[in-house]
């Protein structure tokens, strides 16, 4: 998981927003309860226009914070 999670940041890092969204769905599969993979995958689909998919992941990421 961490593995695609950096390929993730190394993606938005060059602006492959498609290959970075991928990666980070990855990273999320094999670690869900990740608090960055969610919020960097909802940074990403706002950066795509997708604001319901975007929200839809930072719940999930306030969700993890708050179990913190």
Known sequence: APAYYNMGCAYLKVNDLKKAKNAF??????????????????YVYKQLGKEKDAKTFLEYYNKLMNNY
């Open 25 to 42: 769905h990855d990273a999320i599969f094999l670690k869900p309860n990740i608090p960055e993979y969610h919020y960097n995958l909802a």
